[in-house]
């Protein structure tokens, strides 16, 4: 047995082993080829069964439960997915690729698990939306402890030491002129006026970095620069209609 397999099984108890299988395969299957007609928010919920909760699983449609927990003979889902019986094949037009009819035979018969309740369906991209790290619930990490003239802040901290650890030192500290070109940049893709380089030059106060910041934040030229990559991201383009 490998050193990884010998991991996964001390660190996964079985009902977590289960939600994993559940989550990958079984979830998708049926919201891929099933919640079409029959889910609550199918058009029309075929045969009367519902496969998007557990309950309304167990429960099955008009002729009975769709599954049996560990008894495949008399999981109607089961007997519908192997194409045997004529009167009922599903998917109705397609019979699923083998992989799935076996993952979902395997799912059947050690049990069933289930964690789907009466809440309505989410899909399987609000499934992983959900999994995504900005849903997750805030954490204080430790703060490294390294030391570097280089650190201002903890944030410095966490940086300074996984640049450390790739081998990457910091590199000189920039002038001010420098900074103010490169703050402009980043934030709104334009260079600063030449009176701009000079007010922040000439200003000795020991926020006048975050000043600048703050009004490049609230400036229009911000908006619109990262605008045009949200705008990729959800695909938008001008059509000749
Ligand atoms: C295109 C629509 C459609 C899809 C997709 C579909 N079904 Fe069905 N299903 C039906 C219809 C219609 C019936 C009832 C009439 C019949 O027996 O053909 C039914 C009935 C059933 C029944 C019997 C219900 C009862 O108690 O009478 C089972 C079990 C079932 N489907 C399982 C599935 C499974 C599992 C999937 C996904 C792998 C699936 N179906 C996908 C349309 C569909």
């Given amino acids: 047995m490998s050193v990884v397999m010998l991991l996964a099984l001390k660190g996964y108890s079985q009902s977590s082993q289960d939600q994993q299988f559940f989550e990958s395969k079984i979830r998708p299957i049926l919201s891929q080829y099933c919640y079409d007609c029959h889910s609550s928010k199918s058009a029309k919920i075929k045969g009367g069964l519902k496969l998007d909760t557990k309950d309304s699983t167990l429960k099955g449609g008009n002729t009975g439960p769709a599954v049996v927990p560990k008894d495949l003979d008399k999981s109607l889902l089961i007997k519908s997915i192997r194409y045997t019986d004529e009167d009922l094949s599903m998917p109705p037009k397609k019979k699923l690729p083998d992989d799935a009819i076996k993952d979902l035979e395997r799912w059947v018969s050690t049990g069933a698990y289930d964690p789907r309740n009466d809440t309505p369906t989410i899909t399987v991209s609000e499934a992983l939306a959900r999994k995504h790290w900005s849903y997750e619930p805030l954490r204080r990490p430790p703060v490294p402890q390294v030391q570097s003239k280089w ?7 966490f940086i300074f030491l996984s640049a450390k650890n790739k081998g990457i030192l910091p590199s000189q500290e920039a002038d001010k002129k420098t900074l103010i070109r490169r703050v402009y940049y980043t934030l709104t893709g334009l260079p600063p006026t030449i009176e701009e380089v000079e007010a922040f030059v ?6 006048a970095y975050e000043k600048i910041v703050n009004n490049l934040l609230s400036s229009r030229a911000f908006g619109e620069k990262w605008a045009r990559h949200w705008f990729d991201t959800s695909r938008y383009s001008d059509t000749t209609g």
């Fill in 151 to 157: 650190i201002n802040n903890e944030i410095d901290s």
């Fill in 202 to 207: 000439n200003d000795p106060s020991t926020d």
